[in-house]
Structure formats: C-alpha cells, structure tokens
C-alpha cells in the first residue's frame, strides 16, 4: 500500500476509499485456507513421561540449562500434546542458564558454550546447580544425560553419595525418589498413557567414540559391571535393558515411540576437524622430515631384515610392505600436511627397534574429534619449538578414531538398532523413529524444516549445537515434529495436518550468552 501511495501523491483518509482502492488492485485474493481440527485417534496424551538420556534431557551446547530444557523435545512435544487433552509435563530444572553442576560446592561440570565469533567457547561464570539440592518430582522427562542402556534399570544411578566415586549419575542423583531408586522405577510410578524412549544406546558407543577409542569393545562381555565408562556395550546386554524398558513402559497398555541410534561419527564432533590441517613452510617441512627420516627407513630395514631371515618372522608377522609404505612420514611446504597419529592397529615393532611406535600420518578415512583443534599445533615441549603436537609429537589415541575403531562402533550400532526395531515391530503399540536416517540425510544433503535445510555443519547448520554432538532448539523442534508424523502415520492422529506442531522461526540455533 505504501507503493501505491506513493505514486498517487494521495493521503487516503477514509476507510472506505482505502477498500475500494484494495479492491481494484487485488480483486481475487484466494481465501485462506482452514485448517482442519485436530484429532488424536486413539492416542491418550494425559500422562507423558519421557525416559532417555542427553537428548531426551535438552542437553545443548554442551551443558544442560533452563532455556535448553525447555527446549527440549519432549517439552516440546508436550505443548503440541495439550491441544489434545495432554497433562502437564515437569521438568526437574537446573537454576540458570550458565549450564553446570556443583557436589558440595565443588564444580564437576562446566559451563555452558557460546558463539565468540570465532567458535565455541565456554562461558564464563561459576554453575549454581548443586546435585544435593534435591529436586522433588514426579517428574515427566527422565532424560538423564550421560545413561547408558543398562543404566536405566540400575539401582543406585540416582545415588547422591555414589556421584562422587563415579557409581552414580549427578543429573539423576537431583531428581531420583530415593538412593536405591531407578530411572525406569521412577517412570513407571507415574503410570504413563504415553511414552517416548529416545536415542537409548547412544551413549553406550558415544564415550569410546569421544575417547578416540581409548575404551573397549565389550561385545562378548555379558557383565556391565565390569565395563569401564568409555567402553562400547555389549549387543546383548543393550538388547536386554531395551527390551525390558520398552515392555514394561506398554505393559499397562501406553502408546510409545521409540528411537534407533544415529551414526554417531556422522556428527560434527568427529567431521568438523580435517586430517591435514598443518602448514608448514620449506625450512620447516625440511627440518621434520630430516628428523622422520631414521624413522622411516627403520620401517623398511625391519622389513627386509624379515625377508632375509636376519629377524624372525614371528616378530611382527603381519609386517609387509603395504604398512611399511602406509607408515611413512613426509611433509610438504604449505597447506595440507597429514597429522602424525598413533595407532595400536599397527604392528608393534618397538620389539625390535624402541624408535619404531605404532605412528603414522593420518589420512582422510580417521577422523579427529572436535577438541583435537585447541590441541594440534601446541607445544608438547615449550622450550622446543620444534615439539609441536601433530607434526614431530605424534596424537595420541584419545584424538582420533581410526577405521578400525570406526567399525566397532558402527558394528555396535547396527546390533542396537537391529534390537530396536525387532521390538517395536513386536508391539502395536511401540512406532520405530529413525532417527539414523535423519542424520545421515542431514550430514550428506541436508533435512527439510520448512523453509530451512538443516545440515550437521558445526555452528552454521541449525541441527547441532556448539558441542557437536546434540541439538539446537531448533533441531530438537524438528525431532519433535518428525515424531508427530510418526504419531500421524500410526495413530490415526492429524498433528501435521490441523498445523499442530513447533514452528521452526519459533526455536534458536545459539542461544546468546547474555541468556537471563
């Protein structure tokens, strides 16, 4: 209207006038559209209870705040839920929005990150919530962050004074109904009608994931009891504790949904630093390489020593030229140098020569974690500036998963959600989300959001949050309204259709880091 006026030179004054003028420029204005009322079938919304771990929780940019869980999807579920009948949902909230967690006064987990403008950084500031401040429920979102599968059924997880030897968890600890209580105890008590079980066998590979490998793979060990924090599940073991989660949640008759576990190397924690990120200059390049050069003709002396029978084949039988070649180390002027890694995958030949540990240069097939990017480059020796980590130090194993590594945690993967949809397949009254291929659509082209595409890309793709492994606000939403359409495709529900569900310019991809 502003143009029209403008080109009259008119003020219209009179109501009437205006309208004409409307009408002669747009006469035939499509009606908007009315949308449907909403249905929900045969679902009962009036007892939600939500069990997972960090992203059932609202965990974001590495910490767990108020914004953040309110953020989080089952909350945001809920909203959509109380257009249909739906209960209130409660959540054990921590006391700010610095993210953190205090056990007697003492800080035992930071501060959540935020965009500086140049990546993420911690926040500053000292955390307000105290575990033993103990938070009285019931609560609707059992997310836990940082449970394992077995975890869920394990009494004492919530136990205030296991926190500090590590045989408790410190979110559950807050909120748990007693020391002995378990989380899936605490949700039954609560007799949901409905129910959603979400990413429960993430965690069970995201700790050796994050470790670089550094835990063990414990398929064939039956016993968790015996499982170190960082070490990958057994198959069994989860398909023990899933099951037994999911049957007693239905057993009452409650509708649920459950999640399959994404590839979690598809996430940008492991994408976003590359393999090759040194440059160097010529005197440089020149100055390591005369360094490596003992190194890697060591490599090859052993070899032939072996092939003529001057070393015994049994020291390193698997040696052959292909590793001999794969193991050398060579850097070039300018961009694109290969970090120097350790790699236990190697043969071991410090037998035979101490000089010879398992190093080679990384390629494009490992991947480094996130933090390794405030690592390569720094000094393991201040006073040498030629002890750089990365190039004349080598990585250590917590700073990359190598291919090996890799496949035990996508082998693991596929066991879990093979477990996962042979459950759901077994009940009419669970629905498989899968939220694998979510991620792999969203880590290769992208995911539709309305009008966004919502890719893994670290800060910049909406999906994940500064942490690199779990979601923005926004990316939560999303989850949220893919479980929708699954509850429209199985329930007889109409939450997509009747416009029912969390707008994606309602939700943030950072949060500022003056949040009050």
């Known amino acids: 209207m502003k143009n029209i006026y403008k080109y009259f030179g008119l003020l219209f004054i009179f109501s009437g006038l205006v309208a004409c003028e409307i009408d002669e420029i747009e006469p035939n204005l499509p009606p908007v559209a009315e949308l449907p009322a909403l249905q929900t079938g045969s679902l009962d919304f009036s007892k939600y209870v939500a069990v997972g771990a960090s992203f059932t929780a609202g965990f974001t940019d590495g910490a767990l705040f108020v914004a953040a869980q309110e953020n989080s999807f089952p909350n945001i579920l809920s909203q959509q839920f109380a257009n249909a009948g739906g209960g209130a949902f409660v959540q054990p909230l921590t006391n700010d929005n610095l993210g953190g967690l205090l056990l007697g006064g003492n800080v035992i987990q930071g501060t959540r990150l935020f965009f500086n403008g140049a990546g993420p950084a911690g926040l500053p500031g000292d955390p307000t919530t105290e575990v033993t401040d103990k938070q009285v429920g019931p609560f609707n979102n059992m997310g836990v962050p940082g449970a394992k599968s077995f975890h869920i059924l394990a009494p004492g997880y919530g136990s205030v004074a296991g926190v500090a030897t590590g045989a408790s968890n410190p979110y559950f600890a807050r909120f748990s109904t007693s020391e002995t209580a378990t989380v899936l105890e605490d949700a039954l008590a609560q007799s949901p009608t409905f129910f959603t079980v979400s990413e429960l066998g993430g965690n069970d590979v995201l700790g050796y994931a994050t470790s670089g490998g550094s835990g063990v793979d414990q398929t064939g060990n039956f016993d968790p009891s015996t499982y170190g924090g960082n070490d990958i599940t057994d198959p069994n073991v989860f398909a023990q504790a899933f099951n037994g989660v999911v049957t007693a949640l239905s057993a009452g008759g409650a509708k649920g949904l459950v999640t399959n576990v994404p590839f979690i190397t598809d996430l940008p924690h492991f ?29 090859q002396d052993v070899l032939n020593g072996i092939n003529a029978g001057l070393i015994p084949a049994a020291a390193a039988p698997n040696l052959d030229q292909a590793e001999v070649d794969r193991r050398q180390i060579s850097f070039g002027a300018g961009e694109g140098n290969a970090v120097v890694i350790l790699d236990e995958a190697l043969s071991d030949l410090t037998g035979i020569n101490p000089a010879l540990v398992n190093m080679r240069q990384a390629t494009a097939d490992d991947l480094l974690v996130l933090p390794s990017s405030s690592f390569i480059g720094t000094l393991a020796d201040p006073a040498n500036p030629l002890s750089v980590n990365g190039v004349a130090i080598p990585l250590a194993d917590r700073w990359v998963l190598t291919p090996e590594e890799q496949t035990a945690i996508r082998n693991a993967t596929i066991a879990y959600n093979a477990t996962i949809e042979a459950v759901a397949s077994a009940n009419d009254n669970v629905v498989l989300v899968d939220l694998n291929s979510v991620l792999t659509q969203a880590a290769t082209t992208g995911y539709p959001y309305e009008t966004y595409n919502m890719t893994t890309d670290l800060v910049f793709g909406g999906l994940v949050s500064l942490d690199g492994i779990h979601l923005t606000a926004r990316g939560y939403a999303l989850m949220a309204t893919i479980f929708l359409e699954k509850l429209d495709e199985n329930f007889g529900s109409n939450f997509i259709e009747s416009g029912t569900f969390p707008k994606s310019n309602d939700f943030t991809t950072q949060y500022p880091p003056s949040l009050p």
């Open 271 to 299: 994408t976003t630093v590359p393999h090759n990120p040194v440059p160097l200059d010529g005197a440089t390049a020149g100055a390591v390489n005369a360094a490596y050069a003992a190194y890697n003709q060591g490599l």
